[in-house]
């Protein structure tokens, strides 16, 4: 039985590999992965006990918008020394 389970699932990642269409497949994954980054998705059950801490929460959805505003003004300030702009 073993070995047909196996079998069985290969065969179903397969199925299921083959029959999602790639590109939009592969942009809702990225957005959904960045939606759950920029949410702090990672810090909800990370607490004691499976708890969340809500200032730990608040702190990387901070940090992580701060962070994503600091590379935008960086990519905007080199398109500037670049003559890009």
Not at 62 to 85: F, K, N, P
Request: glycine share 12%; aromatic share 4%; net charge positive.
């Amino acid at each position: 039985m073993n070995e047909r389970d196996r079998e069985a699932r290969e065969a179903l990642e397969r199925v299921r590999r083959d029959s999602e269409t790639f590109g939009s497949s592969a942009l809702a994954r990225m957005g959904n992965r960045a939606r759950d980054h920029f949410g702090g998705k990672d810090a909800v059950g990370a607490g004691e006990q499976g708890g969340t801490d809500p200032i730990e929460l608040w702190g990387r959805r901070i940090g992580r918008a701060l962070s994503l505003v600091g590379v935008v003004i960086l990519a905007l300030w080199l398109a500037v020394q670049l003559r890009l702009l």
